[in-house]
């Protein structure tokens, strides 16, 4: 299984960007889909998960994002997204896809987002 996550780049300050997590060797819809995020010397965070289909896809977020962020899932392109909205400088941080199924976990490279003031 391999993720390939994209759509990372520079956008000022009350802007928006959808980062892309391309999932292969796999079906997305059986993984339990994560974002996180890790700014240059913080842990890395998460940012936003969504369950299996079969665990009905519901969605959790972190409290400094709730009500900007969006996680979907589209089974049909294998791919599971992130929207962000009303970006905050603090939103800086490289972002990483992270797909578990049972005890098998994989995490994609990471994408560079950047909120400038």
């Known amino acids: 299984v391999q993720l390939q996550a994209s759509g990372g780049g520079l956008v000022q300050a009350g802007g928006s960007l959808r980062l892309s997590c391309a999932v292969s060797?796999?079906?997305?819809?059986?993984?339990?889909m994560g974002w996180y995020r890790q700014a240059p010397g913080k842990q890395r965070e998460l940012v936003a998960s969504?369950?299996?289909?079969?665990?009905?896809?519901?969605?959790t977020y972190g409290d400094s994002v709730k009500g900007r962020f969006t996680i979907s899932r589209d089974n049909a392109k294998n791919t599971v997204y992130l929207q962000m909205n009303s970006l905050k400088p603090e939103d800086t941080a490289a972002y990483y896809c992270?797909?578990?199924?049972?005890?098998?976990?994989?995490w994609g490279q990471g994408t560079q987002v950047t909120v400038s003031s």
């Open positions: 992270k797909a578990v199924y049972f005890l098998d976990t994989y």
């Open positions: 060797g796999s079906s997305v819809s059986m993984y339990v």
């Open positions: 969504i369950s299996s289909d079969r665990s009905g896809g519901s969605t």
